[in-house]
C-alpha cells in the first residue's frame, strides 16, 4: 500500500487474524500525521513512533503492550512526540510509564485507566504542568509524592490511590479540579483529615466527587469526618461514596439550606 499526499489522521485496523505484519513502512509520507489511532490487533503493524514529527494524538487503548517485550517497543520514542495532547494508553497491559514522558510539554489528556500492573507513576509526570485529564482507575497506582501538587491545570483526576497524609493534602494544591475519583487506601485518622482538609481547598470548582477505600480498614465514624468538617460547594453535581459511611452530617446539609445541595443530581 502507498499514500500519496499528506495524511493527517491515520486509523491502522487489521482484522485478519493469521497476519502476522510487518510494520508499514511504505506509506510515502505520514510525518505530518496529526492523529494515529491502532485497533487491537493492527499493533503489529505500527510504524516508529520516530516517524511522525507532528502528531498530537496517539491513541493506542486496547492494544496488548505487556504480551512481550518487542511491542512494548511501540512506546520507544514516545518522547519525541512532544506536540501531543492524547495519550490514550487505556487496557494495553503496560507495567510502567516511560520517564520519557517527560519531555510532552503540551499534553493535555493522558488515559492509563484499566492496566493493572501498573503500580507507580514517574517522578517526571510532574513536569506536565499543561494536563488536563488524567485517568488511572482499575489501575493500582500510588503517585510518588511531590507529582500531584505540580499538576496544577488538572481539572478530572481519575482513580488514584492515596494512603499517605501529605499525598492526600497535596490534592489540595490542583486549584482547578473538577472531577474527583479517590480511593483512599487506609483507615488512619491522618489520611482522612488531610483529605477533609484537601477539599476545603477545592471548593471553587468541584462537581464531581466519588469517594471508596478499604471497607475492612475503614470506620463509620471516620468517614462522618466528612461531614463534620465540610461543607459541599453549592455547584456540586455528584457525590458517591463507596466506603461505610453514617454520614450524619447530610441532613444538615439539607436542614441548613435545602437549596445549597439544588445543582445535585
Known amino acids: 500500500m502507498s499514500l500519496q499526499g499528506n495524511v493527517r489522521r491515520l486509523s491502522l485496523q487489521d482484522i485478519n487474524k493469521d497476519h502476522q505484519g510487518t510494520p508499514l513502512s511504505n506509506f510515502t509520507d505520514i510525518s505530518r500525521v496529526r492523529s494515529i489511532t491502532i485497533f487491537t490487533s493492527a499493533i503489529y503493524i505500527m510504524p516508529a513512533l520516530s516517524m511522525f514529527e507532528v502528531l498530537r494524538v ?6 496488548n503492550l505487556g504480551k512481550s517485550s518487542s511491542l512494548q517497543l511501540n512506546l520507544k520514542g514516545v518522547g519525541h512526540l512532544i506536540h501531543l495532547r492524547y495519550l490514550g494508553l487505556a487496557h494495553t497491559g503496560i507495567k510502567e510509564l516511560s520517564a520519557e514522558i517527560r519531555n510532552l510539554q503540551f499534553l493535555e489528556v493522558l488515559d492509563l ?12 509526570l510532574f513536569k506536565l504542568r499543561r494536563l488536563i485529564y488524567l485517568n488511572v ?37 490542583l486549584a482547578s479540579l473538577r472531577e474527583l475519583w479517590i480511593h483512599l487506601k487506609d483507615g488512619s485518622l491522618d489520611l482522612y ?22 471497607p475492612r480498614e475503614t470506620s463509620f465514624e471516620l468517614m462522618d469526618l466528612l461531614g463534620e468538617r465540610w461543607v459541599p460547594p453549592i455547584h456540586l453535581r455528584e457525590f458517591a461514596s463507596f466506603m461505610p459511611s453514617q454520614l450524619s452530617a447530610l441532613r444538615g446539609w439539607i436542614k441548613r439550606d435545602p437549596l445549597h445541595l439544588s445543582n445535585l443530581s
Open 193 to 214: 483529615e488531610g483529605f477533609v482538609k484537601s477539599l476545603s481547598n477545592l471548593r471553587r470548582h468541584i462537581e464531581s466527587l466519588s469517594i471508596g477505600c478499604n
Open 58 to 63: 496517539l491513541d493506542l487503548s486496547d492494544c
Open 113 to 124: 485507566r484499566s492496566n493493572y500492573e501498573l503500580v507507580e507513576l514517574p517522578s517526571t
Open 137 to 173: 482507575y482499575l489501575s493500582k497506582v500510588v503517585p510518588t509524592p511531590g507529582v500531584l501538587q505540580n499538576l496544577t491545570s488538572i481539572e478530572v483526576l481519575r482513580g488514584v490511590l492515596v494512603s499517605l497524609n501529605f499525598i492526600a493534602q497535596e490534592l489540595g494544591n
